[in-house]
């Protein structure tokens, strides 16, 4: 009998196989531990936790602005209520008895193609009209080209739409927010011009930016890249989920039924943030 | 034919179920989003990413302090190289060319045992300490008999004990917050007065505090209990699984053999953060 | 900068690490597959999947009788329908746009202690009756005791009840098929007793043994442990999983809200298996 | 405050939602469980586990030659050994000490792009073969037109090559059970066809036909659809996820660090099945 050498399938890139693969994320050393060069107790009380994961994903502090964007950002997504699938997936599991770690795994596994995924897809999408920007089209052009171009695949408009907001507050001041941080560029005045161009479509109801819509455009003209814009959507919900999940757990009787147009709120009435953090 | 009705297997408690059931996180209306009261569009710009983290999981803004606390907390687990289990899970995911989410909840499942469940353990051994200082033990007797206990039983001390590092840099650095700040309390007391005890052991090694007894005694303090501790936990480590991830995913060649021996770190060199963030 | 190694926390044993890991499992050598000993395509078309899980997990090919009651505890707990809460969860993954595997995993997620967690618990139970039995008390008596145990314990009694079932007809032909291929022992013999001691408490309603407890009884009987007998619960499973969350992927539109209660079966009629089957 | 309904995002279908929704799976009564039609305790010890996995999916009961090749398939794919990635993740998980479902699913989550994918992509490859094949080409000139297209667009030939074998043993006896059994058709005949023009390819290696491309051209030819056939690796791989998982759980210590080229094979020497069951 011999010892058993990779597993099969797919033949390896020709060149000899490197022993050595590398991180440029985290150097661990006895008693040391670097975070893209700066030591983690040194980070800790000096950068939020959303500052942090800037460093970590994107390799460097981010300035005030980009900070103050990132920390909104992660915030928009927090939490949707107890009716997005995949926080139905939590709930469900979370009903079995399953532990919290989980509960969290199968709600995070729902961040699909149709949740979540409109991040990706409307960066692209704006891309495809900056591409035509710069080659000389005006930005209505633009934006009236590539919104054509969904109507004739039959596709909806990346980032636009919600089946429950007809104005999304959360990308309304997401964008308020990187006006007056003054990070407002192309990808920004790309999506108000397909804004406009699709308020004006003939089906008669207007189409709002959804919260997906201001984050990619956001993301694109911080120059966060679509799979770390991806990466942050998952980072961020993961606290509602559980949240969501923890509260199934201590409030509900296991192994129940749950259908998600049977709930009502109980928590806190809308109260205002106290003075000091207005 | 029928439609089916509930799912089986052990009894329903014996009360009507109600038809209603409720949630007090996050109430969602049209156009309208109240988290724990506060509309999600209010808090984005206003409070921090962790602020946001705490105000769901525990229902109110925290005191500055704690906020900042809570920051510490969230940055001291945010990553811990490319060598933990659960890293591991996500990066063998990672290069089945598995999505991102996969990935994280691959890494998510194996927060298990063994690896963070030592907070919520630890919490519990520093209150049982407690009970016996209520009692009238003074702290160095409550750690002393603690500590037998689990020498007793064979097992480790909970929240101590790195096979890394002989100082746990995040530990110092959480405690010399908590200090700062004036949350210390009685949990940190006893878990300096179990550090006192423990090192005092005849097994020739000391056996510093661990990350996980810090955030444990820290948690203990500022009342948060061991569930939302454990919440915290795996919220905190999700952006490195990501990062992690990620990076298999864009430096490494599919469905590579992984051996966690064989890496380097090629990152930035150790650096200080800019003068205006210290 | 250094190359990582370990990643932390809890000392490893005293001994030396070994270099070499071992594996009992599959042996892979090119052009060679042996499973447990047996080449695997000598294996294909001479034994069924349901003796080839039991060979994997069990180390040998399983006699006759044991391989019909095998294949009939994988029968047994194939589907459950739409409700279970694991089957839920797996839909509203699916109902996200997730690829299947996501929807698996989701759906394993929540074999929970719920759900599933039974049949360790029972086969535990049925050992401490005969364990009585052992030093010398009669079936009843010994079936008494540890029913009395659980009400004492404020505990139901694992194995029996079903909120849906008031006779559960796999239990009864479970139980049967291990009665006709002699397979049956004092397990079984046991969980009478302890279906007869149930049967006559006085809170009026008949409580039958459920497919977990007739579970942990036939494995009980035939010497497979309680983690496989958790290992089979959950192999069984997945293709019922799988076929839920593909049939939403392929019958219902994305992103919709499921209530458990509001589905109707339209399937096929109620039909025998053709004669040479029976 | 009122209930939310709905989740968000993407507009739903236009027509009104039915507030029924439907499956063709598993009727679930009181005392009564029909899969497809049949009730579950009459398909219990008549018909296979595999039987029944094929009985789910697809709607009926297989001819004795298609549940052959059903178990053949399914017993194919069981297990490969502790190193492909998938494992490696449940085994990072199982060292965590994570319970044996959580092991599955992170092993589940493996199942990608590159690892069981090529089933699907296999198929659709023979697929376009075939079409050529209606239109009036030879097997041959179809064959070859689908190599070049992969070989123009840089791609491996789905199906085709193994990292570790050289001739692959299970797909030479799934092709032998599918000529013996009189199901080989045209998947089988195209996929022999591109093995002959992929093997006279001049870079020097013969490239075997693997068992992912097997089980394609099988699944083709007994009318198994891509999606299905997908179905069927992930249930037929979860027995060796969970052999695995466990056997790490039993046999190693926590929180190891696992390097997949150090394991050694220790288990049954090479043996013949017993002389009844050849």
């Known amino acids: 009998m011999t010892k058993a050498r990779g597993n099969g399938k797919k033949p390896a890139p020709a060149k000899a196989p490197e022993t050595q693969w590398r991180t440029a994320l985290t ?21 939020t936790f959303g500052e942090s994961i800037y460093l970590l994903l994107m390799g460097e502090v981010p300035s005030p602005g980009i900070g103050s964007l990132m920390e909104a950002i992660l915030v928009s997504f927090i939490d949707h209520g107890a009716t997005p699938p995949s926080t139905l997936a939590a709930r469900n599991t979370a009903t079995t008895g399953a532990p919290l770690r989980a509960c969290v795994a199968a709600g995070v596994l729902g961040f699909g193609r149709y949740h979540g995924g409109d991040i990706e897809s409307c960066m692209q999408f704006l891309d495809a009209g900056l ?25 909806a408009i990346p980032g636009f739409g919600h089946r429950f907001h007809t104005r999304d507050p959360r990308a309304a001041r997401l964008f308020q927010m990187a006006l007056e941080l003054e990070v407002e560029a192309h990808h920004i005045q790309m999506i108000r011009a397909v804004e406009l161009v699709a308020g004006a479509l003939p089906d008669g109801h207007a189409v709002p930016v959804n919260i997906d819509g201001a984050i990619a455009a956001v993301c694109g003209d911080i120059g966060i890249p679509p799979e ?17 999940a923890h509260e199934e757990r201590v409030r509900e009787h296991p192994m129940r039924s749950i259908d998600p147009k049977e709930h009502t709120y109980d928590g806190a009435g809308q109260r205002r943030l106290p003075d000091k953090r207005r």
Not at 135 to 153: M, W
């Open 131 to 155: 591409e035509l920007v710069r080659k000389g089209a005006s930005y209505k052009d633009a934006a009236t080209t590539i919104v054509e171009r969904c109507i004739e695949a039959g596709e």
């Open 27 to 47: 150097c661990i050393e006895p008693n040391k531990i670097l975070m893209r060069g700066y030591p983690l107790d040194e980070i800790m009380g000096r950068l």
């Open 228 to 244: 770390i814009a991806n990466a942050l959507f998952i980072i961020s919900r993961v606290p509602g989920i559980a949240a969501q």
